[in-house]
């Protein structure tokens, strides 16, 4: 099988991934494609640690996961202060800062 | 046809399909759940690319808690908030499809014109250390040790700042027992109010009190219904059955 097959994969993940946090509007789907971007990005790191017969790779996605662990508890953490003073999760209505 | 090939073939479509419905599904509810699902399927993705520390991890970390906190906060911001399909922006589901396209193809195309090398794999480096996980430990503490120690205060930085952030801070003081006794004995409600699921037929909190002229009465309900138009008002007697 060929090994690029892996990262077309991850390829079409990410841009799925792009694609959603465009068009959704709600603030938790957006995150969670943002969450689906940086899986993709894992299954490259880790197809292509197996591509070069190396472990960096593996460690590099090991670290990718803590990292969207605490992104993850921030970011949630902001959609529901939001949620809480607006009492909508919406994107759209947090423009406060826009003018 | 070989083994790596089939679970490629099945965990790969299945991933890209619970994308797919992540992105098209209306319900944040069901979007996690798909995301769920691709990321088991990128789990078994890592085990047949020969890294079943980092698929279990993924399935522990990723699927276990971090999309369970995902489920316990849609719980906490309302369960069937469900995006409204009205574009606010003229024309951005085009464009957004027309990046996406140009995007994937971009990528797909650069990956498949590069030159597709056969696959090291990792036995020889698992066998430089003894194994896969002694591999794996051997990098995170010896070569990226300070990489894996600035990570354990980001994630302490973001617990606290997720306390911070959630933390409920009282915006009026304590109302005092007087204030409540003034509240009940000089308000506009001395009595207790109606309680809602009342009638013989039925036993739900959706169901409004009536009230002796036969209308429902909508203070019976709990605070959230009424607004959102869930009361159950098909008991209402209205004016020619009376």
């Known amino acids: ?99 | 046809m070989t083994g790596e090939s089939l679970v490629f073939g099945v965990s790969g479509t299945f991933a890209v399909v619970g994308a797919i419905g992540m992105v098209i599904s209306r319900k944040a509810v069901h979007s996690a759940l798909w995301v769920a699902f691709a990321m088991i399927n990128i789990a078994i993705l890592y085990f047949a690319l020969e890294a079943p520390f980092l698929g279990i991890i993924q399935v522990i970390v990723y699927t276990g808690a971090i999309m369970m906190m995902f489920l316990f906060v849609l719980m906490m911001v309302g369960v069937d908030s469900s995006d409204s399909l009205i574009e606010t922006i003229k024309g951005q589901r085009v464009l957004a499809s027309l990046f996406a396209l140009t995007f994937g193809a971009m990528l797909v195309g650069a990956i498949t014109s590069s030159l597709a090398s056969p696959s090291a794999g990792l036995s020889t480096a698992n066998d430089n250390s003894g194994g896969h996980i002694q591999a794996i430990a051997r990098l995170i503490f010896r070569d990226y040790v300070f990489a894996f120690e600035s990570l354990s205060a980001l994630l302490i930085t973001a617990a606290v700042g997720a306390i911070l952030l959630a933390h409920n801070e009282r915006w009026e003081p304590r109302k005092t027992q007087d204030q409540m006794q003034r509240e009940r004995t000089l308000g506009t409600h001395i009595t207790p109010l109606p309680a809602p699921g009342v009638l013989a037929s039925t036993n739900a909190v959706d169901t409004p009190a009536l009230l002796p002229d036969g209308s429902i009465s909508t203070t019976s309900l709990p605070g959230t219904y009424g607004t959102k138009g869930q009361v159950d008002t098909s008991r209402e007697i209205t004016e020619e059955g009376k």
């Open chain 1, 1 to 99: 099988m060929n090994p690029n097959n892996y990262l077309v994969l991850a390829a079409i993940l990410f841009t799925i991934g792009a694609y959603g946090v465009l068009v959704r509007r709600n603030a938790i789907i957006v995150f969670l494609s943002v969450e689906l971007m940086l899986n993709a990005a894992n299954l490259a790191f880790v197809a292509a640690a197996r591509n070069t017969g190396t472990l960096d790779g593996l460690v590099a996605a090991f670290f990718v996961m803590v990292v969207a662990a605490a992104e993850v508890v921030v970011g949630l953490a902001i959609i529901v202060t939001i949620f809480r003073t607006r009492r909508s999760a919406s994107i759209d209505e947090a423009s406060l800062m826009k003018y």
